[in-house]
């Protein structure tokens, strides 16, 4: 029987658990962002899994109200503007906005009206490519 931690430990924690194939692939980042550097958490990465794209991975240091990265590969773009509510370490509620244009994805973090940093801001998204 699958149970709830079944799911959690096999899929949310495991994407490779489907698909041993999946290859993960570092980003890009732009306006002072990058990896938050600590063995417990793992860099910022994304793969593709079938008509979904994943991204994980903790990032820190950059401008909120700033793109974070972009995909130039448009086949990782959503198909309309998805929005992501992120575990931070501000108390302030932040959120990853990914929008798209004929050359890219972009991966916007939104933040407060100061344009203020925050130490560390989780990346943990699966999105779909394609309608159903």
Known sequence: MATAALFNTHLRDNLNFLDPTISWNAV??????????????????????????????????????????????LSLRPHRQMNFNCA????TPRQLEINWD??????????????????????????PTELP
Do not use: C, E
């Open 28 to 73: 890009t980042f732009q306006n002072g962002w990058s990896n938050y550097f600590d063995a417990t958490y793992g860099n910022v990465q994304y793969a593709r899994i079938g008509p979904f794209v994943a991204v994980r991975g903790l990032m820190a240091g950059g401008t909120m109200s700033a793109v974070a990265f972009k995909f130039g590969d």
């Open 102 to 127: 004929s050359t890219s994805a972009t991966v916007y973090v939104q933040g407060d009206a100061h344009g203020s940093s925050t130490a560390w801001l989780s990346v943990s998204m699966v999105y």
């Open 88 to 91: 931070s370490s501000s108390a």
